[in-house]
C-alpha cells in the first residue's frame, strides 16, 4: 500500500487501457523517477472479457495469447466468404491473463502503486485533486478511462450505436471444431431486421466461444442473447451435447461523439472514456496500444500527452458508416460482406488499423458504393 499522497501520475481505471499504459510507462527507464499509481475498486481477478486483435510478428501480447487463427470465415444469407489472414494472425487474450501478467510486471516496480478505492472525483487546478472514498490525492497529469458524463447528455446529432453482447465458452463431449479457423461473423440467425451477428472462436477441437452480438440503438434483455446463442448451436453448429463453462456479457459505445473535447492540460481520458474504441467496428486492442505509445512520445516530448491522438480522416469514415447503420441498420450484413468480399485481407485489416494509404480508402469506399452511403456521406459532410 502507497503511503504517497501526491504522485507524477494518476492512472483511473485498471482496463485494457490503464494497464497498457502502466505497462508502457514501467518499460521505459525514463519515467523510473516518477511516482505512478492506478485506481480502481476492483483488483481485477475475474476473467470477464476476450480480447481479439490481428497482427504480423511477434509482439509483447505472444506470452499470454490465448489462441491464433490464420484462417477466418465470413458468412451472411447470400455468401460465404473464406479468408486467409496472411501475413496477418488474428489473436485472442483472456483478460484474466492480461490483468495477471500486467500486475505481476508493474508490482515488482517501485514507483507504481496499485490503490483500491473509488475515484468519487476529479477537480483540475495548478495540480489534478483526486477525491476517493477514502482520501484525496494529487498529481500532475491524470489518466482517467471513465467515460464522460457529457456523452450520456449528449445531443442527439452525434450517432449511438451499442455493440453489445453475450457470449458462451462451451465444452463439448466430441471434437467437433475447426480449431484452426474462427467464425468472425456469421449473419444467418438473425434478431429481426437488425444488424446481428454470431462470433465464433474455436479454442480447441471440443471448447470454443460463441458470442450473440448486437450492432443496434437498443439493449435486449439478458435471456435474448441465450435463446439466440442455444439455437445458433443446435442449428449451425449441430451440437446437441455441451457443458457451458463461461460467460461473458459486455457494452461497447460505437459513436462520433467527440471524447477527445473533455481532455485538458492536466486530464487526459483514455479507452472507451477516451474515444479509443474505433467507432466503426469496436476494436480497440491494438488501437490502445498506438495510442499508448503516441502518448508516452509526447510526454517525452514535453508535450501535452493528448496531442495528435486521433486521425481526421479515420473519424469521417467512421462516422459516415454510423450514419449507415443508424439510418438503415439491417445494412450491416451487406455492408461487411461487400468489406469482406470485395477487398484483400491486408488492406482491410491496414483501413481498420488506420495505417491505410489514401488509394486503399478509395478502393474500399468504392467496394462499399451504394446510394445508402453516399446519403450518409453527404450528411456526415
Same mark, same amino acid.
Given at each position: ?46 476473467? %470477464? ?13 505472444? !506470452? ?38 500486467? #500486475? ?20 483540475? @487546478? ?33 450517432? #449511438? ?18 480449431? @484452426? ?8 440467425? #438473425?434478431? &429481426? ?79 472507451? &472514456? &477516451? &474515444? ?9 486492442? !491494438? ?9 508516452? %512520445?509526447?510526454?517525452?516530448?514535453? !508535450? ?24 438503415? @441498420? ?52
Amino acid at each position: 500500500m502507497s503511503h504517497h499522497s501526491h504522485f507524477d501520475y494518476i492512472i483511473i481505471g485498471n482496463g485494457l487501457a490503464g494497464l497498457q499504459l502502466a505497462l508502457k510507462f514501467a518499460s521505459d527507464p525514463f519515467f523510473d523517477d516518477k511516482q505512478i499509481a492506478l485506481f480502481d475498486k476492483s483488483d481485477k481477478t475475474t476473467n %470477464d472479457k476476450t480480447w481479439s486483435f490481428w497482427e504480423t510478428g511477434i509482439s509483447q501480447w505472444n !506470452k499470454i495469447t490465448h489462441k491464433s487463427w490464420k484462417h477466418a470465415a465470413i458468412y451472411t444469407s447470400k455468401k460465404n466468404i473464406e479468408l486467409n489472414l496472411l501475413p496477418y494472425t488474428y489473436k485472442s487474450i483472456r483478460s484474466i491473463d492480461f490483468y495477471n501478467e500486467a #500486475k505481476h510486471i508493474l508490482k515488482s516496480k517501485k514507483n507504481i502503486h496499485f490503490i483500491l478505492e473509488e475515484v468519487i472525483s476529479i477537480e483540475e @487546478n495548478d495540480v489534478a485533486l483526486i477525491k476517493t472514498n477514502q482520501k484525496t490525492y494529487t498529481a500532475t497529469h491524470v489518466f482517467d478511462s471513465t467515460i464522460p458524463n457529457e456523452f450520456f447528455n449528449a445531443p442527439s446529432n452525434y450517432v #449511438k450505436i451499442i455493440q453489445h453482447f453475450k457470449g458462451w465458452i462451451i465444452k463439448t463431449e466430441k471434437d467437433v471444431f475447426d480449431e @484452426n479457423k474462427l467464425i468472425m461473423m456469421d449473419y444467418r440467425l #438473425k434478431d &429481426g431486421n437488425q444488424t446481428t451477428f454470431t462470433y465464433m472462436l474455436p479454442f480447441s477441437k471440443n471448447q470454443a466461444l460463441v458470442e450473440f452480438t448486437y450492432f443496434t440503438e437498443n439493449l435486449v434483455d439478458e435471456n435474448v442473447y441465450d435463446t439466440f446463442i442455444k439455437s445458433y448451436i443446435e442449428t449451425f453448429l449441430k451440437i446437441d451435447a455441451y457443458t457451458i463453462v463461461e460467460t461473458e456479457m459486455g457494452k461497447i459505445p460505437m459513436t462520433d461523439f467527440p471524447f477527445e473535447k473533455s481532455n485538458s492540460k492536466r486530464i487526459t481520458k483514455i479507452g472507451t &472514456g &477516451g &474515444g479509443w474504441v474505433k467507432g466503426s467496428t469496436g476494436y480497440s486492442f !491494438k488501437h490502445t496500444e498506438k495510442k499508448v505509445a503516441k502518448i508516452i %512520445d509526447n510526454i517525452k516530448s514535453h !508535450k501535452t500527452p493528448s496531442e495528435n491522438l486521433f486521425k481526421k480522416r479515420f473519424k469521417f469514415y467512421d462516422r459516415v458508416f454510423l450514419n449507415v447503420l443508424k439510418d438503415e @441498420n439491417h445494412k450491416g450484413e451487406w455492408i461487411f460482406q461487400q468489406f469482406y468480399d470485395k477487398n484483400s485481407t491486408k488492406t482491410m485489416f491496414r483501413f481498420l488499423d488506420e495505417e491505410s494509404t489514401f488509394f486503399e480508402e478509395i478502393s474500399i469506399m468504392w467496394s462499399l458504393f451504394s446510394w445508402s452511403f453516399i446519403k450518409a456521406f453527404f450528411k456526415t459532410f
